[in-house]
C-alpha cells in the first residue's frame, strides 16, 4: 500500500452568515471545487462560535433543494429540523441529521429553541453529497442518526475513538445508508494517540480538524479549523494529536458526472435546473410553514 500524501492544508477564509443562525467558512466551493471533492460538492463549517440568550431561534427560514443530501453534524449547541416530507427531529453534540433531498424538499433548520434561550457556543459542520443522476429523482428521506446510534471503534492504548457515521472503520460500519461510498468519521483523539486510515487511491479524501491540532504522516500539522486535502497517490495515511483533538475525517467514490448548480439545486444539466425551478415554483416540493 502507498502512502496517501498532502496535497494542501488550506486554512479557513472570512465567514458568512447563512439565515442569522450559522456563521461559517464555506470550504467547498470557494477554497475548492465542487468536481474537487466529489460527491462531496459543498462544506460549510461553523467554527465555535457564542450565540447570546434570545427568545426568537436563530437558524434558516423554509427553502427548497433538489439533487444531493445535506448532512449536519453537530458538535456544540442544538439544531431543529423540519422538512415537508414531515420528518423533523433535534440533533445535539455528537449527533448527525442525514436528509436526503432527491426529487425535492422543503426544510428549515433553526436553534433548537431551549438552547436559543440559554445561548451558548454553536458549532456545526454542513455537508451536501451529491447523488448520482439514477438516484436524483427518487423519494426524499431523513436520517436521524444519535450518538448512541453511531458505531465506535476504541483505539488502543486509551487512545480515544473513531466514530463512524458513514462508511466502514476497521471492524465497525456506519450508522448511515448512503447511495454511493461515503466514507465519514469522526476521530476523537487523545494526546499523543494515533490513528490509521485506507481509502482507494481514487476517493477524494480530507479531513478538518475540529479541536486541536494533528500531524499527518509524521510531516505535515494541521490545526483547528484548518482543511487538509488529500492527493489521490495512495490508500494509507495517519494521524497523531500533538494535543487532544477532534478530527472529522471524509473520503468517498467520485460520481464523475457533470454538475450543473444553481444555488439550492444540483443536478447534471442546466435543462433539469430550469425544471427543478419550476418544480419548486409550481409547488411539487410540498409545503411547510416558516
Partial sequence: MKTKNI???I????THFVGDGFKVHSYIPGRLSMQR???FIMMDYNSKFYFPPTDKPRGVGVHPHRGFETVTIAYKGKVAHHDSSGNSGVIGEGDVQWMTA??????????EKNFAKAGGDFQMVQLW?????KDKMSNPKYQEITNAMIGKYQLPNNGGAVEVIAGQYKDVKGAASTFTPVHLQNV????????DFSFPSNYNTALVVIEGSVMVNDSEIARANQFALFKNDGEEFKIVANEDSIVLVLSGEPIN???AAYGPFVMNTQAELVQAFGDFENGKFGSLED
Fill in 7 to 9: 496535497e494542501a492544508v
Fill in 37 to 39: 471533492m466529489d460527491p
Fill in 188 to 195: 476523537k483523539l487523545n494526546k499523543g494517540a494515533t490513528a
Fill in 102 to 111: 432527491a426529487s425535492g424538499i422543503l426544510h428549515k433548520e433553526y436553534h
Fill in 129 to 133: 453529497v451529491n447523488l448520482p443522476s
Fill in 257 to 259: 458526472e457533470p454538475i
Fill in 11 to 14: 486554512s479557513p477564509g472570512p
